[in-house]
T-cell receptor, first 114, second 110 residues
Framework: GAVVSQHPSRVICKSGTSVKIECRSL??????MFWYRQFPKKSLMLMAT?????????EQGVEKDKFLINHASLTLSTLTVTSAHPEDSSFYIC??????????FGPGTRLTVT | SQQGEEDPQALSIQEGENATMNCSYK?????LQWYRQNSGRGLVHLIL?????REKHSGRLRVTLDTSKKSSSLLITASRAADTASYFC??????????FGTGTRLKVLA
């Protein structure tokens, strides 16, 4: 089956620094990837749609300059949280769109900003 | 918000009992999917039901869909401790974006 990986699985960073999270589709090409954010005991909220070779589409209320998304290849999308603050601490999950509009989810990245 | 609602928010049952959780959504859909998430982990796809289907089975899982009521239910029969997790429904409608429900936290007591 289709596999999506995320790296790192956990990251702790200091307030004010930036952190990059990678999302890779391992055995298929994905022109579209999605980034979600999940707070403890809450549901997944779509942050943005990442399109290979073009700008990401952000959901309402998501700061583009805060959450930089780059989809440089058909197998890799990155999310960079810039000038991170404690309120950015969360669980970030990516997914990759398959051939039939299904989505394959990564295992998630736990970000803690101190 | 377009987010779907799930109920109950939390459910605690004994091993061997059945667990039923419900999902309601707001717009017409192409399909509805159910996912399981263990604490701090990624999502595991359980089952997909299309808008023209009314019921689907997969092992101990039974999903129903009532498009007139904009609702779906997930039944887990003969529950096991390993079924302890959060369960989410996700809908697609018109676009390939997923809209997730609020989730049900299921705890199965051994």
């Amino acid at each position: 089956g289709a596999v999506v990986s995320q790296h790192p699985s956990r990251v702790i960073c200091k307030s004010g620094t930036s952190v990059k999270i990678e999302c890779r589709s391992l055995d298929f090409q994905a022109t579209t990837m999605f980034w979600y954010r999940q707070f403890p005991k809450k549901s997944l909220m779509l942050m943005a749609t990442s399109n290979e070779g073009s700008k990401a589409t952000y959901e309402q209320g998501v700061e583009k300059d805060k959450f930089l998304i780059n989809h440089a290849s058909l197998t890799l999308s990155t999310l960079t949280v810039t000038s991170a603050h404690p309120e950015d601490s969360s669980f970030y999950i990516c997914s990759a769109r398959g051939s039939w509009d299904e989505q394959y989810f990564g295992p998630g990245t736990r970000l803690t900003v101190t | 918000s377009q987010q779907g609602e799930e109920d109950p928010q939390a459910l605690s049952i004994q091993e061997g009992e059945n667990a039923t959780m419900n999902c309601s959504y707001k717009t017409s859909i192409n399909n509805l999917q159910w996912y399981r998430q263990n604490s701090g982990r990624g999502l595991v796809h359980l089952i997909l039901i299309r808008s023209n289907e009314r019921e689907k089975h997969s092992g101990r899982l039974r999903v129903t869909l009532d498009t007139s009521k904009k609702s779906s239910s997930l039944l887990i029969t003969a529950s096991r401790a390993a079924d302890t997790a959060s369960y989410f429904c996700a809908t697609t409608s018109g676009t390939y974006k997923y809209i997730f429900g609020t989730g049900t936290r299921l705890k199965v007591l051994a």
